[in-house]
């Protein structure tokens, strides 16, 4: 018989207990437990973008300072505009305003101190400091002009390249009272990326503008006195203008942008190590024209605003973060879609109930945290139902038996009893809540609804309705005060969503919007820390899964089997995802576990 070793090409460690946490996709003999094990993989092999919280004006050709976490937006839009926001890393805020308003100009700082140089309209020299309270102006550019590239500080910076009548290559330092000429570009480019410090610089891409054709790779290095074009191996993979850029001059991102000679905006990014380009995750939305911050390095990145002065903000996350890994878990004893499930529930106390496979079902099964087992069916068969509550305090309502009903049954942990009906009937609606006494349903099919019922313990009461169209296949978070409503599919014509509310236990607001439109997901988790995963999307079935951290949405690691239609529970370090259709009913059962330490016993 062959070894391990031979078969794999690795040898199997043995620990006794304790295991180190650099096992990831290593496999291991524990002497205490006498078993082997595996440690999955737990980290972003690549770099993922995330939805931020939105602009209050919407802008492209917009300029920017800062990092993700504390950035600064001004400028840009047509007219010109003067407005200035704020970045804490979840919300913007407007603050005083640029004293002459302008778009494409060169942007460089941080967001308590920022310079705003150049710009149109018409092509400025006017230049503008801000002290983190207000905008004054400073001594102007010797040359005016737009689409110019800063980077540095209040103190010590550069502007480079741009567009006159043509682009140009001029390159001038700041000093903290005026800019001077120095050494110019050996390539004339503007609307072009760059990044690093007054000493330590890079331009990249940029042009053409106008009249002037070409699409531009090439890639240059400043060292305080000359531009160096470095060879044709340091070129971007694709060319390109108005992109997002920032980081340093051997740790740079660019992202999105217009391609030459290509229709519209792009979403690319490629990360810059100091020597090559290397393509990584595009952004979810394409875009040119738009803000970004400026140093850090090519693992942290912000991009907001853009074409079609879009609201838009995106934050970038590098390679190696520790992001989570699903992995198998016991199958539930019938194959079912369209499942509901008791959503407080945890990943080692779930109940799942209701379904198809085909026929409506009255099915109810427990889990223990290893394996299902059937209990006591529900008074009525169902489909599309939703679900509230724990393992021993559920409550299911809804659904299509058929027809539809608004049917509403009880669990107290060993029958189900039925209780006071929906005031409307509908099928495939939202559902969440914390117990069997308090509990919130919203949307769903009948045909379209976005009505809102709210349960205290004995009856249903019509609140306030979602703000969105009305949607169905829409996945519930929270509690009957603090509540998620994530995707579903709208009405003809409006197709799946990407649209998220938030409920404060009166009334919906939307949030930031999911990376990917999605309808017949799973979740797991509460209002402010949630997972929703799985789904059907245009482009067929899905297992992604995107984390929720109560202001954005982050793209985590896939499940194992795409599906839609699936039930959910647990939480966001310890979440359960089961049944769904994988093109036909599935019994599927998979855990989540965010820890570092993903460990499953191996058996043959």
Not at 52 to 67: E, I, K, S, V
Not at 277 to 283: A, H, I
Not at 489 to 500: E, I, L, W
Request: glycine residues 16%.
């Amino acid at each position: 018989m062959a070894t391990y070793k031979e078969k794999v090409g690795t040898a199997v460690i043995n620990y006794a207990g304790n295991y180190p946490a650099v096992l990831d996709g290593q496999v291991w003999y524990d002497s205490t437990a006498k078993s082997f094990k595996y440690q999955y993989p737990n980290k972003t092999t690549a770099g993922s973008w995330a939805t931020g919280g939105t602009l209050n004006t919407g802008r492209d050709q917009t300029m920017g300072a800062g990092d993700k976490t504390a950035a600064l937006a001004f400028g840009g839009g047509y007219p010109a505009k003067t407005e200035t926001e704020k970045y804490n890393g979840a919300t913007w805020t407007e603050v005083a305003d640029l004293n002459t308003g302008r778009r494409n100009a060169a942007g460089f700082g941080t967001q308590t101190a920022a310079i705003c140089a150049g710009g149109l309209d018409p092509t400025l020299a006017i230049v503008e400091s801000w002290n983190n309270t207000c905008w004054s102006e400073v001594n102007d550019l010797n040359t005016a002009r737009s689409a110019a590239k800063g980077v540095g500080t209040t103190t010590e910076g550069l502007v480079y390249g741009g567009y006159t009548s043509t682009n140009v290559a001029v390159n001038e330092s700041w000093n903290g009272t005026c800019f001077s000429e120095v050494a110019d570009m050996n390539t004339a480019r503007a609307s072009l990326g760059g990044a690093g410090t007054q000493t330590a610089a890079l331009a990249f891409n940029g042009g053409p503008q106008a009249n002037v054709g070409g699409a531009i790779y090439t890639t240059e290095s400043w060292n305080g006195s000359a531009w160096t074009a470095l060879s044709s191996s340091s070129n971007t993979n694709t060319a390109g203008e108005a992109a997002g850029s920032s980081g340093s001059q051997t740790s740079a991102i660019v992202f999105g942008g217009s391609i030459y000679a290509s229709s519209g905006p792009n979403a690319r990014t490629e990360l810059w190590n100091g020597s090559a380009w290397t393509e990584t995750t595009d952004l979810n939305s394409g875009r040119a024209g738009l803000g970004s911050g400026s140093g850090g390095n090519n693992t942290s990145a912000i991009g907001f605003g853009g074409s079609s002065n879009t609201t838009a903000t995106e934050v970038f996350t590098g390679a190696g973060v520790p992001i989570g890994a699903w992995s198998t878990g016991g199958n539930l004893n019938t194959a079912r879609e369209k499942i509901a499930t008791a959503s407080a529930g945890t990943q080692t106390a779930a109940l799942g109930f209701s379904g198809a496979n085909p026929s409506p079902s009255a099915l109810t099964e427990s889990y223990n945290g290893s394996a299902w087992t059937e209990v006591v069916d529900l008074n009525t068969a169902r489909k599309g139902a939703a679900g509230a509550g724990t393992q021993p305090a559920a409550l299911c309502f809804g659904g299509d038996a058929p027809p539809f009903t608004g049917a509403t049954e009880k669990w107290n942990g060993s029958s189900w009893t039925e209780v006071a009906d929906l005031n409307t009937a509908r099928e495939r609606l939202g559902g969440c809540g914390a117990t069997n006494t308090a509990a919130l349903g919203f949307g769903g099919r009948d045909p379209q609804r976005q009505l809102t019922e709210l349960w205290n313990g004995s009856s249903w009461t019509e609140v306030n309705d979602l703000t969105d169209t009305g949607r169905y296949s829409i996945v519930g978070i929270g509690t009957s005060t603090a509540a998620l409503a994530v995707g579903g599919y709208g009405p003809p014509g409006s197709g799946t969503r990407d649209v998220v509310e938030s409920w404060n236990g009166t009334s919906w607001s939307g949030v930031t919007h999911l990376n990917v439109a999605k309808f017949g997901s799973g979740a797991a988790g509460t209002q402010p820390s949630a997972l929703v995963f799985g789904g059907e999307n245009p482009g067929g079935l899905t297992g992604q899964t995107e984390q929720w951290n109560g202001s954005s949405w982050t793209e985590v690691a896939d499940l194992s089997t795409a599906r839609f239609q699936l039930g959910g529970a647990g939480t966001t370090t310890a979440g359960l995802a089961f049944g769904g259709n994988d093109g036909s009913p599935t019994a599927a059962t998979e855990e989540w576990s965010s820890s570092s330490d993903v460990i499953k016993t191996l058996t043959d």
